[in-house]
């Protein structure tokens, strides 16, 4: 990835949430400029990406961003990231934990609803609560065609790794498979601000009833997430094409 001269302003933004999924983006553009806000670091590079116009390739800025991990750093740098480069297409690539019995490792989850799940309301209806952090992501605007085989679902995300004992509920509840830290915070920002969002997250580990297999053995998660963000990262130009972005 290279800027040529027909470059434009960053319209696409890919926003990266956890630490340890940040540092293996970081492997993947060893030669960028590195810059910094108030979130960690972001650096742009560049994508030549065919948009079929009989030009040729064209030099597409992203914008790299590492929002960081949590509601809190997800919402916030959502919203800053927005604010700061009206995208037309903000991506998030990243991981998240697998129900055992329901998904496999290794599977792509495109999330087309995310549910914020630890809310504890005790005073008023709990329902309500969660119905107001819950939140349909359009997808309409994207082909059909993917670069990648992916699991069209819903994530349910919380301030917490998944818990054993939460499983059987959030199956019940919500119907989910997988569920992280972010989703849900990204997803309600970016939907208030109408921006159009793509969240892909590929499942590192698995979760059940007994445990998780990456609790206290994270090389399960290190290794995997390796694996996930190099595919996602590598399949990007194709989602760009296939966004009607440009």
């Keep these: 990835m290279k800027k040529s001269n027909n470059s434009t302003e960053p319209k696409i933004v890919i926003l990266i949430s956890a630490n340890i999924e940040w540092r293996e983006v970081r492997k993947l553009f060893p030669d ?9 670091e972001w650096f742009l590079t560049y994508t030549n990406i065919d948009l079929g116009d009989h030009s040729g390739p064209s030099s597409i800025p992203l914008v790299f961003f ?3 991990w949590g509601k809190i750093s997800a919402a916030a740098s959502t919203q800053y ?19 055992e019995g329901e998904i496999e490792t290794g599977t792509i989850i495109m999330a087309e609803k995310t549910v914020v799940y630890d809310i504890i309301e005790q005073m008023y209806d709990y329902d309500d609560h969660i119905s107001h ?60 601000n109408k921006t159009r969002l793509l969240i892909l997250r590929g499942v590192s580990d698995l979760v059940g009833e007994n445990g998780g297999e990456a609790y206290g053995n994270a090389k399960v998660f290190e290794e995997n997430t390796s694996n996930i963000l190099g595919k996602l990262v590598e399949s990007l130009p194709r989602w760009i094409m296939i966004s009607n972005v440009f």
């Design 32 to 40: 960028v400029e590195i810059e910094t806000s108030p979130f960690g």
């Design 66 to 68: 590492h929002g960081g």
């Design 81 to 99: 990231v927005i604010d700061k480069y009206s995208p037309d297409l903000l991506i998030n690539l990243g991981t998240c934990g697998g129900f």
């Design 133 to 192: 952090y819950t939140t349909n992501i359009d997808l309409s605007w994207l082909e059909s065609d993917y670069p990648l085989e992916v699991y069209r679902t819903l994530i349910v995300s919380g301030d917490k790794d998944l818990a054993a004992e939460d499983i059987k509920n959030l199956k019940s509840k919500y119907r989910a498979v997988a569920g992280d830290w972010e989703s849900g915070a990204i997803a309600h920002t970016a939907v208030l």
